[in-house]
């Protein structure tokens, strides 16, 4: 390992955010207000309740099923976007449930929720995904909503934690871990 004077560090190039809150805080119009222009990935529809003119550069690409965002990555190096922004995901979460569940080592068995073998291969599509975003060279921002939990403190006292809605702990780690930034917006 080689050190470097503060002045011969290499600054970062991209950044990576988190966004999330209650429905109809700004968290998509807060998005795109990144760096231009941005390829907005919408997988709840969010973007038809923006303002237009918050979106006049914007690419957006809307998502109705899994299989369609698939194509649409291997074109991601391609699109003349600084950022990426995926809206929301627990959206794009559940979407993944759908594709795997409907693979054919899960349809022969009518899953109504996930087994485990089925949540292991879901965390594989939603990790691939994500790495394959981090390495594109652009800026990337989720939005997602916010889960509340209480839990009781040592005196019974109840504390309310606010948590972005991105699945199980192991996804929610596989996107907070390299942020840069984690906003939590409030009214």
């Not at 600054?11 to 968290?27: E, M």
């Not at 390495?135 to 005196?155: D, H, L, P």
Request: some cysteine; hydrophobic content about 35%.
């Amino acid at each position: 390992m080689n050190f470097v004077k503060a002045t011969e560090v290499k600054p970062k190039t991209t950044f990576s955010f988190l966004i999330y809150g209650p429905t109809g805080i700004g968290k998509t119009t807060a998005a795109l207000s990144s760096p231009k222009p941005v390829a907005h990935v919408d997988f709840d529809g969010g973007i038809t309740r923006v303002d237009a003119c918050f979106t006049p550069s914007a690419m957006i690409a809307q998502i109705d099923k899994w299989e369609g965002y698939v194509a649409m990555v291997q074109t991601l190096s391609n699109v003349p976007a600084a950022t990426v922004v995926i809206d929301t995901v627990g959206k794009e979460l559940d979407m993944i449930q759908v594709f795997v569940l409907s693979q054919p080592k899960y349809a022969d068995k009518k899953l109504t929720k996930p087994s485990l073998p089925a949540y292991g291969d879901i965390g594989v599509e939603f990790k691939g995904f994500n790495r394959g975003l981090k390495t594109s060279g652009k800026n990337v921002g989720y939005i997602a909503q916010e889960v509340e939990t209480t839990v009781k403190n040592t005196r019974g006292e109840d504390i309310r934690y606010h948590q972005p809605a991105c699945g199980s702990d192991k996804n929610k780690t596989e996107i907070l871990q390299d942020l840069d930034l984690e906003r939590y917006g409030m009214y």
